[in-house]
């Protein structure tokens, strides 16, 4: 049983933490946020996260998992202090470090033994050194401390499984000792481990998030072909995906990637190979096609629909993918400020993320399900393709709908079988004259 300390309580951080206690350490997690913890002392999640809540409150009732808004605390007894604050995007596009600034200055003012500090966030590559410079220039004892990167890699909707199946974990420091006792505390979960330096670790973040942007901008594109020269990229997508150099996962078609991750991650890259005097064409070219996709779905609405002003549009989902509440960077914002800037009127449902779509969309009429957002729209459109969309009565969307026009910007559905059942349905890259 290790002590630890993990400052931040957000996706990565309560995720990590709770998984850690979980897995048999004793846990406190720090967040400067009273509110978030005063509720996760009472067993409320600040996100929706399936399986996290009854983890956190086992973990909880047995004293394994705490929560404070005190660094002191947490950091007291801690051998290893993980950071997990958020690392946003600033103007440019650049990494917003203000936060990790203010974990590195914290943790050094109430360092008293010598811990190990690991850094989660998505970070641009060189940030293990200047934490150390932090908290070398703050420290108010003098004891050592080391730096280990330890990027995370989990999905939010299957964060927990993630945690506990990673598919490697990657140690970055230039203390090798202080790597290897960070890989201690991931032994039970059998992954690969892979050790290395601090900017190498940080980069392997950088450079598998983008990665998987390219592959998924990648089959947009294929997608805008198939559309212009009547191929399926579904089963484009499916007779790649066989191919072992390929593989599957990662080749949906669709209004693009959105989330906390991707858009942010690709834009700091580029960024960073920017003002490195690289040209990041690839990185940028990524970030084009993924602003594009939402643009053809709005184009599609026209070419069917002419003008769009006055036109009901319907929009099903509303997170920036299914089995979460998160809406930062949804494509279905940016859809609907594009719909809304043609003058059409918005009916909108998401399973769990209307809350936190409230605060983000004016002028939009949230409705009580899907059924309710078909009644007299002129079209409707699929935004993330959560599961209770794929099983819906569309013998009865079709009879409440003004017009029967589908626009499914997450291809759940089977082309043949929409225009069997009468509607004029739209996927992406599923060619035309379907
Ligand atoms: C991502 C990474 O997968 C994870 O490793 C990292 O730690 C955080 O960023 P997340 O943002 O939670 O995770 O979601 P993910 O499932 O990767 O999806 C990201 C976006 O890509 C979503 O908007 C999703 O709809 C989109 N996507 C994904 C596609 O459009 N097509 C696909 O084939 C896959
Ligand atoms: C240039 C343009 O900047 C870009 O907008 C256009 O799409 C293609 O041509 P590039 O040749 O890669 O791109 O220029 P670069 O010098 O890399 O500038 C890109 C970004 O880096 C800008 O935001 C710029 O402000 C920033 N930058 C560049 C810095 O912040 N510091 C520098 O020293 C250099």
């Given at each position: 049983?290790?002590?630890?300390?993990?400052?931040?309580?957000?996706?990565?951080?309560?995720?990590?933490?709770?998984?850690?206690?979980?897995?048999?350490?004793?846990?406190?997690?720090?967040?400067?946020?009273?509110?978030?913890?005063?509720?996760?002392?009472?067993?409320?999640?600040?996100?929706?996260?399936?399986?996290?809540?009854?983890?956190?409150?086992?973990?909880?009732?047995?004293?394994?998992?705490?929560?404070?808004?005190?660094?002191?605390?947490?950091?007291?007894?801690?051998?290893?202090?993980?950071?997990?604050?958020?690392?946003?995007?600033?103007?440019?596009?650049?990494?917003?470090?203000?936060?990790?600034?203010?974990?590195?200055?914290?943790?050094?003012?109430?360092?008293?033994?010598?811990?190990?500090?690991?850094?989660?966030?998505?970070?641009?590559?060189?940030?293990?050194?200047?934490?150390?410079?932090?908290?070398?220039?703050?420290?108010?004892?003098?004891?050592?401390?080391?730096?280990?990167?330890?990027?995370?890699?989990?999905?939010?909707?299957?964060?927990?499984?993630?945690?506990?199946?990673?598919?490697?974990?990657?140690?970055?420091?230039?203390?090798?000792e202080a790597a290897e006792q960070v890989a201690q505390l991931y032994l039970s979960l059998r992954a690969p481990i892979v050790i290395?330096?601090?900017?190498?670790?940080?980069?392997?973040?950088?450079?598998?998030?983008?990665?998987?942007?390219?592959?998924?901008?990648?089959?947009?594109?294929?997608?805008?072909?198939?559309?212009?020269?009547?191929?399926?990229?579904?089963?484009?997508?499916?007779?790649?995906?066989?191919?072992?150099?390929?593989?599957?996962?990662?080749?949906?078609?669709?209004?693009?990637?959105?989330?906390?991750?991707?858009?942010?991650?690709?834009?700091?890259?580029?960024?960073?190979?920017?003002?490195?005097?690289?040209?990041?064409?690839?990185?940028?070219?990524?970030?084009?096609?993924?602003?594009?996709?939402?643009r053809r779905l709005v184009q599609k609405l026209r070419d069917i629909l002419g003008s769009l002003d006055e036109q009901v549009i319907?929009?099903?989902?509303?997170?920036?993918?299914?089995?979460?509440?998160?809406?930062?960077?949804?494509?279905?914002?940016?859809?609907?400020?594009?719909?809304?800037?043609?003058?059409?009127?918005?009916?909108?449902?998401?399973?769990?993320?209307?809350?936190?779509?409230?605060?983000?969309?004016?002028?939009?009429?949230?409705?009580?399900?899907?059924?309710?957002?078909?009644?007299?729209?002129?079209?409707?459109?699929?935004?993330?393709?959560?599961?209770?969309?794929?099983?819906?009565?569309?013998?009865?969307?079709?009879?409440?709908?003004?017009?029967?026009?589908?626009?499914?910007?997450?291809?759940?559905?089977?082309?043949?079988?929409?225009?069997?059942?009468?509607?004029?349905?739209?996927?992406?890259?599923?060619?035309?004259?379907?």
């Amino acid at each position: 049983m290790k002590k630890i300390c993990v400052i931040g309580a957000g996706y990565v951080g309560l995720t990590t933490g709770t998984c850690f206690a979980d897995l048999g350490n004793l846990v406190t997690i720090v967040d400067i946020d009273e509110r978030k913890v005063e509720n996760l002392r009472q067993g409320i999640l600040p996100i929706y996260e399936p399986g996290l809540e009854e983890i956190v409150r086992r973990n909880a009732q047995s004293g394994r998992l705490r929560f404070t808004t005190s660094y002191a605390e947490g950091v007291r007894d801690a051998e290893f202090v993980f950071i997990a604050v958020g690392t946003p995007s600033g103007t440019e596009g650049e990494a917003d470090l203000r936060y990790v600034r203010q974990a590195a200055e914290a943790i050094a003012e109430v360092m008293d033994h010598p811990i190990i500090i690991v850094n989660k966030s998505t970070v641009p590559i060189g940030t293990g050194d200047w934490v150390a410079d932090i908290v070398n220039k703050h420290k108010k004892n003098d004891v050592p401390f080391a730096v280990v990167s330890n990027p995370e890699f989990l999905r939010e909707g299957s964060a927990v499984y993630d945690f506990m199946n990673p598919d490697r974990v990657v140690l970055g420091s230039l203390n090798r000792e202080a790597a290897e006792q960070v890989a201690q505390l991931y032994l039970s979960l059998r992954a690969p481990i892979v050790i290395t330096d601090l900017r190498t670790a940080e980069m392997i973040k950088y450079a598998s998030n983008a990665f998987l942007a390219n592959r998924i901008s990648f089959i947009n594109e294929i997608a805008s072909i198939c559309e212009a020269l009547g191929a399926d990229v579904k089963e484009v997508a499916a007779g790649m995906g066989y191919d072992k150099r390929i593989g599957s996962a990662f080749l949906d078609a669709g209004i693009g990637f959105g989330g906390s991750c991707f858009p942010k991650d690709v834009k700091a890259l580029a960024h960073m190979a920017a003002i490195h005097g690289c040209h990041p064409q690839l990185l940028r070219a990524v970030l084009e096609i993924n602003r594009d996709q939402r643009r053809r779905l709005v184009q599609k609405l026209r070419d069917i629909l002419g003008s769009l002003d006055e036109q009901v549009i319907g929009v099903l989902g509303l997170a920036f993918k299914p089995n979460t509440d998160d809406m930062r960077e949804a494509p279905a914002v940016e859809i609907i400020h594009l719909l809304q800037n043609e003058g059409a009127i918005i009916r909108a449902y998401d399973p769990v993320a209307m809350n936190n779509a409230k605060a983000m969309l004016d002028g939009v009429t949230f409705c009580e399900n899907a059924y309710e957002v078909a009644q007299g729209a002129d079209a409707l459109v699929i935004c993330t393709e959560w599961n209770e969309f794929k099983h819906l009565d569309l013998k009865w969307i079709k009879e409440a709908m003004r017009r029967p026009i589908i626009v499914d910007g997450r291809n759940i559905y089977d082309p043949e079988t929409m225009r069997q059942l009468g509607f004029l349905y739209r996927g992406v890259g599923r060619g035309y004259g379907v």
